[in-house]
C-alpha cells in the first residue's frame, strides 16, 4: 500500500477546470472536490468512482487536511491541502458547520 505517482491532467466533474496534474494531484484546486478512483494513493484500482465533495478541513496551520466524502458509497478520506488550493473555497468549507 505505497503510494504511487502518477503525473495526469485532467477536467474536474464539479466545476470543468482543466487542471494540470504534479504527480501529487489528488483533487481540483479551484472547487477542492475529488473523484473516488484510488483504493491506494494513485493506483487507480477503487471501481466506485463517486464524486468526492469537500466535507470539511481538519488540522491547524500549516497541516490543514482536507476531509471528502464519497456522494456514492459514503467513505471519507484526508488529503493535504496544496499551495494551489484556492484559499477562498477552504475558508468557506472551513465555516460549514455540521
Same mark, same amino acid.
Given at each position: 500500500m505505497s503510494f504511487q505517482k502518477r503525473i495526469e491532467d485532467f477536467v474536474c466533474e464539479h466545476c470543468h477546470a482543466v487542471?494540470?496534474?504534479?504527480?501529487?494531484?489528488?483533487?481540483?484546486?479551484? *472547487?477542492?472536490?475529488?473523484?473516488?478512483?484510488?483504493?491506494?494513493? /494513485?493506483?487507480?484500482? !477503487?471501481? *466506485?468512482?463517486?464524486?468526492?465533495?469537500?466535507?470539511?478541513?481538519? /488540522?491547524?496551520?500549516? !497541516?490543514?487536511v482536507l476531509v471528502h466524502r464519497c456522494e456514492r458509497c459514503g467513505i471519507e478520506r484526508r488529503n493535504k491541502l496544496s499551495d494551489s488550493d484556492d484559499m477562498s473555497a477552504v475558508a468557506a468549507i472551513a465555516k460549514r458547520r455540521g
Amino acid at each position: 500500500m505505497s503510494f504511487q505517482k502518477r503525473i495526469e491532467d485532467f477536467v474536474c466533474e464539479h466545476c470543468h477546470a482543466v487542471i494540470k496534474g504534479s504527480g501529487y494531484t489528488n483533487h481540483c484546486p479551484k *472547487c477542492l472536490w475529488s473523484k473516488h478512483v484510488d483504493v491506494s494513493p /494513485g493506483d487507480r484500482k !477503487e471501481v *466506485c468512482g463517486g464524486m468526492m465533495a469537500p466535507v470539511r478541513i481538519e /488540522g491547524a496551520t500549516p !497541516e490543514y487536511v482536507l476531509v471528502h466524502r464519497c456522494e456514492r458509497c459514503g467513505i471519507e478520506r484526508r488529503n493535504k491541502l496544496s499551495d494551489s488550493d484556492d484559499m477562498s473555497a477552504v475558508a468557506a468549507i472551513a465555516k460549514r458547520r455540521g
